[in-house]
């Protein structure tokens, strides 16, 4: 079986699919065997257009698990919380679709990177929170942040509930936010670190620079993530 991880961000647009997308094309320059599922896209109908953006950054056309439905396995049409975009359509997240579906792009693929939707505590269902599927899959959590004003609050209340459900975090992606202060983004990056060696997590914080369309995609070595 493949490992596999899962990339969630402190809130929506922290620019999750940009980072899974650099991240899947740094491993697969090493050699890895790598791909990438979006656990539940809504505001979408036909294919995952997250899915088609880390496919396009990695220089792919669609694979035979896009064809079968594996790395998509909830589509819902409305933008909102999964929860409420399966309700509208009259039906819940299929929890154990995803599941199957990861599961078995583990089997054949050495690594597997799971993008969420939102943020950790974004509802699946009534009783069910993705932090806490998260935690009854044993995945990793790999954590995107960013400079913007409260992200530190963000990043550390996410890291707190990882650690209050027994979720190992693998490391923290610092992303390229515009208009930010150097000393701020140095005191970010010093407060979440002490905030991972307190909680006995790696204390690895990965940055990535700015992403911008049209231009060459930046180099990002990403495994220290993964070792």
Known sequence: MGRVFFVSGIDTDV????????MARDMMSKGKDVITIKMVQT??????????AHRRMCGLGRLPEDLEGLTAPQTFKFPSSPSLAARLENRRVDLGRIATCVEECARRRELVLVEGA??????LSDE??????VASRGW?????????LGS????????????????HVAGVVHNWHPAVDADIDADADREIRLALKAMCYPPVIVHVPRVMEG???????FSELFS
């Open 15 to 22: 620019g999750k699919t940009v980072v899974t997308g650099l």
């Open 43 to 52: 505001g979408c109908d036909g294919f995952s257009e997250d899915m088609e």
């Open 118 to 123: 939102g943020g950790l505590l974004v509802p």
């Open 128 to 133: 069910i929170k993705t932090l806490d599927f």
């Open 140 to 148: 990793p959590l790999v954590l995107v942040t960013c400079g913007r």
């Open 152 to 167: 530190v609050n963000h990043t550390l209340l996410s890291l707190e509930s990882a650690k209050s459900r027994g979720v």
């Open 215 to 221: 231009r060459p995609l930046p180099e990002v070595d």
